[in-house]
């Protein structure tokens, strides 16, 4: 997959074309699973990719299909069984995989693409595959562009939708029509007299990607350029470096960055100190553009002092900016035995023993753990806000395993963001992320 296939509408590339440079590029062997609801994205991705493996069949490549229904219309559970039937006609493997439960009242597109990424994980695992691919496609991409460009999300807007994308440090998802016009999607299910089901949810104008989607169509001349992640992804790799050189983490609780290293690059440190906020913060997203503005303002004009931002105080002393989680609002978390949790967004909690226990932070200070030659102020303000582990109703010792969380990547981690995310995850005591199973991305 090519990093400039996104670039505009004179490098699209056609679905066949698509297809086999992705197959192309993965490392084999490998069992692919592919994410088809029924429309023509999904259904073009996994003919082209049947097709291609029709003609080459020593690849050493397993297709596997997988229809996630989310149960929010009634003709869902119908859909799903033609899809059924399409992947049996092409002799193709097909799952379905229902969202159960209670749906939320708001925020269902946002809930409904955490449960579709988690039953597709989940199967993935129980079938061995070793990548998950999606439609996604050039369409797709510009919607996201001037989605973006509204909500002004400078952090990442220039890259819109990554071409991959690490789920829950399990596997990797691939978008191989990322650089494809559905208008070409659908002519070539067409020359094959292949049919696909319209999604009635993608005409309702509730919904901001339909919105936009309609505005575009109105205004065809009007392109939207689309940066393929190359800058994004060598900004990783500096900011990478400049973590190596510059940064300590102490417990994960304390975050210390040399003085020298905020006269860098100012993008590196902008990049960096953004991801560094949401992690001890325990935050999926960076800090907004304006809240880092303030923060950059701070660290290149103050002697010393403090801020607060996305959760995290800046402490800016003498010789180093050191990073903590503020000692307010966390809330406790208490985990059932046998089970798992998330205690403020930055701890992964595993609780082995036989009872129930609850995590909260110290509050009163609890430094003893961290470096005796930093500042007691710094030590004791970061050791409140660590976690304490207590057995609830009962004398039986803890058995709880504490794991660092690294919210902005941990459960999304696009490939622009590897390299940075690599390093830091070591820092952290964690393993390296997965790597991604293709050889020219």
Known sequence: MSTDAVTDSATALMPDAAASEFLHSLEKPAHVLVAISGGSDSTGLLIALAERLKSHPHENITLTAATIDHGLRAASADEAREVAALCALHGISHFVRRWEGQKPETGIMAAAREARYTLLADLASSIAADVIVTAHTLDDQRETMVMRGKRRLDDGAGTGIADAVLFDRRIWVVRPFLACRRADIRAYLKTRGVSWLDDPSNEDRKYERVRTRMDLAREPAAETPVDGGADRAALSGRAAAWLDEHVAIHANALCVIGRSGLSADEAV????????????????????????????????????????????????????????????????????????????????IENSGSAPVRVSAWGAAN??????????????????AMPSIAVEGGEEAAIVVLRPHLAPFDRFLTRFDLTFADRLSVAFGREAYRRLPLSAL
């Not at 402490?315 to 989680?325: G, K, N, T």
């Not at 430094?367 to 409140?384: D, S």
């Open 269 to 348: 440190v902008a990049y960096a100190l953004s991801y560094l906020a949401a992690v001890f913060g325990g935050r999926n997203y960076g800090l907004a553009r304006a809240q880092l503005d303030h923060v950059l303002a701070f660290v290149n004009g103050a002697s010393h002092g403090r801020r607060t931002a996305g959760g995290v105080v800046f402490d800016l002393r003498r010789d180093a900016l050191y990073l903590m989680r503020e000692s307010r609002n966390i809330a406790d978390v208490s985990v059932l035995p046998g089970e798992k949790g998330n205690w403020d967004g930055r701890f992964e």
């Open 367 to 384: 430094a003893t753990i961290l470096p005796a030659n930093l500042p007691g102020g710094v030590t004791q303000r970061a050791g409140a």
